[in-house]
């Protein structure tokens, strides 16, 4: 496997996406926009703008919905769509699942450390009651997880994986 100049990049976004996230609890709109940004340029250079842009808004429409539903943080989503122009739609889908996957099994681990997985179905019940739009309780305190480092792990295994999309192209090629 062949690293590009795409990939050099977003490595070292990652990586100070998960310094910055550790030490601050934040992935600065300073990093994500550069990103989103060298995405477009690498990939309208190579004449693949459209590669870029179907990455952007795949992930665009995956992360904004769950922005809003209050499941992911605004930079957390920002830099999925970084991914998303960064390495197209299929990687960002792959990495979108993976993120799911690895969250699921991390998120219970560090909340239990926490003393705060008790309070995991009353947030997660508020969340759904607002997503359908019926008054959920009162606000409830929600515990913040670093996941910057999910998130480059989970990358890191949709870019060296390809289990979920071809999957999905082989279901949709034989559905018709």
């Known amino acids: 496997m062949t690293l590009l100049v795409e ?29 989103i940004l060298a995405g477009f340029l690498v990939h309208a250079g190579k004449s693949q703008l459209m590669f870029s842009v179907a990455g952007f808004a795949i992930a665009f429409i995956v992360h904004f919905l769950l922005w809003q539903l209050r ?3 605004g930079g ?10 960064l390495l197209g739609a299929a990687n960002v889908m792959e990495a979108t699942a993976w993120y799911a996957a690895v969250y699921l099994v991390v998120a219970p681990v560090i909340l239990l450390m926490r003393g705060r ?11 759904a009651q607002k997503g359908v739009g019926t008054k959920g309780e009162e606000e409830i305190e929600t515990t913040k ?14 870019y060296l994986t390809d289990y979920l999309y071809p999957a999905a192209l082989d279901f949709f090629n034989t559905a018709g």
Do not use: C, F, Q, S
């Open 145 to 158: 997880l670093k996941t910057a480092p999910i998130i480059a792990v989970a990358v890191v295994i949709g």
């Open 117 to 127: 997985l008790g309070n995991l179905w009353k947030v997660t019940k508020t969340l």
């Open 76 to 85: 957390d989503a920002k830099l999925m769509i970084a991914v998303g122009a």
């Open 71 to 73: 499941v992911e943080r």
């Open 7 to 35: 990939h050099y990049i977003l490595l070292l976004g990652l990586t100070i996406a998960v310094i910055t996230d550790l030490k601050y609890e934040l992935i600065p709109n300073k990093l994500n926009g550069p990103l």
